[in-house]
């Protein structure tokens, strides 16, 4: 059973368009944060949102916590080749786990 | 700052064999994790500690054992290989603050694991 589900699964883009990534789920979490990892490393955290409906922007990265702790979306502006990447969320509810989503493969083309 | 170190970085196993992941992190973290990598799926946790001393099953513990005896270090044993088992294993660690702690999660670069 995958608690959180990511959509799209992959995406490949030109270099300057915009992009969102979705992550949902049936279960409230009491957290969520979003990864960014390359080939051959670990993921690096990008942001932590933990209130319904906060949003977050770091550059031209902007989080978005959905307003019942279900949901949440990372929407990319103008998109650069070092934005490629494998985006993943993960939840944490009131335990010591975090869930991690299915990820989306992320490809800019310049 | 060398961060959470894992070794080693690739291994082949046969099956049946036994080998134990390692995993230090230099950042006097109290939470450390265990995470699997298989393509298309996300990560999945096999073991977490809270502390050194203890230890808990993930979602995915079955064919796995951990122990914590000091903070640094947190290793992974996997006693009889099977080849569902190949995969990128991540160690992590955390401040973790308590329950539902927000607190980062800092990942080693992994090893992969492959049973033949």
């Known amino acids: 059973t995958q608690l959180l589900e990511q959509s799209p699964q992959f995406l490949s883009i030109q270099e300057g368009e915009n992009l969102t990534v979705y992550c949902n789920s049936s279960s409230v979490f009491s957290s969520l944060q979003w990864y960014r990892q390359e080939p051959g490393e670990g993921p690096v955290l990008l942001v932590t949102v933990v209130t319904g409906g906060e949003v977050k922007k770091l550059k031209r990265l902007t989080f978005q916590f959905g307003d019942a702790r279900k949901d949440s979306s990372l929407h990319i502006t103008a998109a650069q080749p070092g934005d490629t990447g494998l985006y993943l969320c993960?939840?944490?509810?009131?335990?010591?786990?975090?869930?991690f989503g299915t990820g989306t493969s992320l490809t800019v083309i310049p | 700052n060398a961060g959470v170190t894992q070794t080693p970085k690739f291994r082949i196993l046969k099956i049946g064999q036994s080998m134990t992941l390692q995993c230090t992190q230099d950042m006097n973290h109290n939470y450390m994790y265990w995470y699997r990598q298989d393509p298309g799926m996300g990560l999945k946790l096999i073991y977490y500690?809270?502390?050194?001393?203890?230890?808990d099953k993930g979602e995915v513990p079955n064919g796995y054992n951990v122990s914590r005896s000091t903070t640094e270090d947190f290793p992974l044993r996997l006693e009889l290989a099977a080849p569902s088992q190949t995969s990128v294993y991540f160690c992590?660690?955390?401040?973790?603050?308590?329950?539902?702690?927000?607190?980062?999660?800092?990942f080693g670069d992994g090893t992969r694991l492959s049973i033949l």
């Open positions: 500690s809270v502390g050194a001393g203890i230890t």
């Open positions: 993960a939840g944490s509810n009131t335990g010591n786990q975090f869930y």
């Open positions: 992590a660690s955390s401040r973790g603050t308590g329950v539902g702690s927000n607190q980062p999660q800092h």
